[in-house]
């Protein structure tokens, strides 16, 4: 009788990879389910309710060449650097979309919407250490930041506070904006605040709002 080795190797192959099917569908079968937490990790993402959003502020390094080049010219002072670096935010366009650019994207692209410019304004902070805070509503995102000489603000001006601190507004979609500036956003149409330092969600219990429109 003439063996068929092609046929017999074929099957071989076929049960093979069945075989790594199977193993591969019982492995998943007995791996429990990843957390949000976790996938936020490998994805370089956070959650905000039921929402994930693109922010890895540390993990970019190109940020802070960047920053330091805007800041090059306020000689360490922090309200200079600050508005320098919201100002850049500012100009860039505002632009819509159905996916999530990270902060190197906005920049890439030369657009983001509320939110995306929000992290990416957030970036550039944090790489000279400025404590900032997203405050989220139904249909809009902004930062408000911590200014160590306050005294330089404008008037008038908006904040919010939290932990003993002041955290100006920084709305990076006004147009002439500035640091402090209020953006008609009204404190019962707040849904969430979150800490961009420690990447949490702060209790509402734990914020107030401090709201100036005219002088």
């Not at 079968?29 to 039921?50: F, L, S, W």
């Not at 650019?101 to 250490?129: H, M, W, Y």
């Not at 003993?164 to 707040?190: H, M, P, R, S």
Request: glycine content about 6%; hydrophobic content about 35%.
């Amino acid at each position: 009788m003439q063996i068929d080795y092609k046929r017999i190797l074929a099957r071989m192959g076929l049960y093979g990879i069945a075989g790594v099917i199977a193993y591969s569908l019982y492995l998943r079968a007995n791996v429990p389910p990843e957390t949000d937490a976790q996938y936020c990790e490998r994805k370089g993402m956070v959650k905000i309710h039921d929402w994930f959003y693109k922010y890895d502020v540390y993990e970019h390094d190109e940020m802070k060449p960047i920053m330091d080049m805007l800041t090059k010219t306020c000689d360490g002072d922090p309200y200079c650097e600050i508005d320098h670096a919201y100002q850049y935010v500012l100009s860039i366009p505002y632009k819509s979309s159905t996916t999530s650019r990270n902060p190197a994207d906005v920049i890439n692209q030369n657009g983001g919407d509320c939110d995306e410019k929000s992290f990416l304004l957030a970036t550039l902070l944090l790489q000279n250490n400025y404590p900032c805070l997203l405050i989220l509503t139904k249909e809009h995102g902004f930062l408000a930041v911590n200014v160590p000489n306050e005294q330089l603000i404008k008037q008038p001006n908006s904040y919010v506070t939290f932990d003993g601190k002041k955290y100006y507004f920084a709305d990076a979609t006004l147009k002439g904006g500035y640091i402090g500036q209020y953006n008609d956003v009204k404190e019962q149409e707040v849904t969430a605040v979150f800490d961009m330092v420690t990447k949490q969600e702060i209790s509402m219990m734990k914020v107030q709002f401090f709201i100036s429109k005219t002088q």
